[in-house]
């Protein structure tokens, strides 16, 4: 069946570091990427998306491509920031509103 | 303001005791869901529904109930609550066109002793 697996954490950085998190998925077809962020004690908000191989979602300075070869949404930032500390969910969503989630990264950016 | 609304936010109870929670949102989207975020786990999708009175089990639905009645509520039932589903529980919904984002609640902490 559908899966993600995404880097397992903590990952701590300090400031301005480069920041990749790795995710890969498994799933047949075309299914739709995902990056949600949850901050603690909410819920989770939508980050990127890409909904086609070589798509690339951006938002906030963070970046991901969906590489249909590779089976991969790595999602990548050049700078972090203090106020980028979070979770980090890789999810795919293969048709109708079923989705899968990774286990989650949990970042904590250092001054 | 768009929201999801989920009640209650905690809740500590007794195993065997019936409860529901609540899930409404006021976008008037069609597709709801409800996950369970345990540690290590990620978030796993119990039920979905994409419309009034359609609903479909996800990966995690034993122990659980779900109904659809209006458009904007979406609750989850636990007839008969276990200590396994002592878990953080999220309620989201979406619009029906393809790239939609799915909007989340603050999230339901669940005990059940």
């Known amino acids: 069946g559908d899966s993600v697996t995404q880097m397992e954490g903590p990952v701590t950085l300090s400031e301005e570091a480069f920041l990749t998190i790795n995710c890969t998925y498994t799933?047949?077809?075309?299914?739709?990427l995902f990056w949600y962020v949850q901050y603690p004690g909410e819920g989770l908000q939508l980050l990127l998306k890409?909904?086609?191989?070589?798509d690339k979602g951006s938002n906030k300075g963070f970046e991901a491509t969906y590489r249909k070869e590779t089976t991969s949404f790595h999602l990548e930032k050049g700078s972090v920031q203090v106020s980028d500390s979070a979770v980090y969910f890789c999810a795919l969503r293969h048709s109708g509103n079923q989705f899968y989630f990774g286990t989650g990264t949990s970042l904590t950016v250092i001054p | 303001e768009a929201q999801v609304t989920q009640n209650p936010r905690y809740l500590i109870t007794v195993t065997g005791k019936k409860l529901t929670v609540t899930c409404s949102q006021n976008m008037n989207h069609e597709y709801m869901s409800w996950y369970r975020q345990d540690p290590g786990l990620g978030l796993r999708q119990i039920y979905y529904s994409m419309n009034v009175e359609v609903t479909d089990k996800g990966d995690v639905p034993e122990g659980y109930k779900v109904s659809r009645k209006e458009k904007r509520n979406f609750p989850l039932i636990l007839e008969s609550p276990s200590p396994n589903q002592t878990s953080l529980y999220f309620c989201?919904?979406?619009?029906?066109?393809?790239?939609?984002?799915?909007?989340f609640g603050d999230g339901t902490r669940l005990s059940i002793l």
């Open positions: 799933a047949t077809g075309y299914p739709s």
């Open positions: 989201a919904s979406r619009g029906a066109s393809l790239n939609q984002p799915q909007h």
């Open positions: 890409a909904t086609k191989a070589d």
